[in-house]
């Protein structure tokens, strides 16, 4: 979802980049390889079903390197249905590309750069030689690919390409315009501890867990298990602990706040998780709206939600990030008092 409209810009310092995939194209040709028809590949315990679409063959599933392995088990029967979980979950596809019923109005060609597109709303990162490049929150990771990387065995193919020399560009922030700019509540930038007057309590009625949230403010590095993606900055709230990723729950509570501006915008990721939720509070506590994350996408995902202040100018207010469940985790980033809709 696009940031509110009044709200911090980011402009591209780099507007326009093309990466060509014809380098990447050559690199997939050298190591492909072709197997006897019914003949099982390197990590099969039987060759795939061969699934007839249109004039093309394919294989009734993906090969095992790309498939997500289940640590505990080796029963190829787990780790298919693992990648089918993933295969099948909600994809981002403009509505003219879609049914009333959600569902694709033709088949959607793809490659690995497209169909992390259509899963997670970036492409995540190109590779072309002799460089890689990265898209994410802050802009774009450029990277001189060093060559074949993995096992120095005769015979064996790389596991992947070795890279360095590391450039970052970064948006500008642009100043604003409007005689009622967007005010920002917290974005949880320039430091690793919570804004102040914010505070972390166990939750009242927690249920699983003991182990309280601490120093949820993180960036990429200190944030374990997947990465939130979409974020603004460099930081966010994540009710993550330096080296356990679900177990950890608590109430995480705002400094007190006026509503001087008709919306609370803010950006939400995590399970879509009734535990798992941002409250907006009065001056006394009570709860006035509740929001958990929704949409399409991984949970990784942060989205764009709002509370409606339009009834509430002038009071005081607070929020409250709750995460009561031992086996998933909230994140929230940039809280910005506004009076654009989004």
Known sequence: MNTPASSPLRTPVLTRVLFPITALCLLAAAQAQTWPENQAAPGYDTPPPIVSIGGATVAAYSPPHEQLEDPASDDDSINENNTFA?????????PDLLTQAGNPVKPVATTDWWTHVLMNGDGGQLWQYPITAKFIAAGIEIQHILGPAGSSTPGDYP????TGGLLRIEGLEVAQTSSNPDIVVADFEGSSTLPSGWTISPVSNATGSTVLVTNPVKNIAESP????????????????NATDINTPQGQILSAPFTATRSYLHFQIGGAANAAL??????????I??????TGPGANEVLGWQKFDLTSLSGQSLRVRVIDNTASAWICVDQLLLSNETL
């Open 225 to 240: 298990g997947n990465d939130p993606q979409k974020f603004t900055g460099e930081r966010f709230l994540i009710t993550k």
């Open 159 to 162: 596991t992947g390409f070795a």
């Open 288 to 293: 006035l709206a509740t929001q958990t994350r």
């Open 277 to 286: 939720r941002i409250e907006l509070l009065d001056s006394n506590g009570a």
């Open 86 to 94: 993933t295969l099948t979950r909600p994809i981002f596809l403009t």
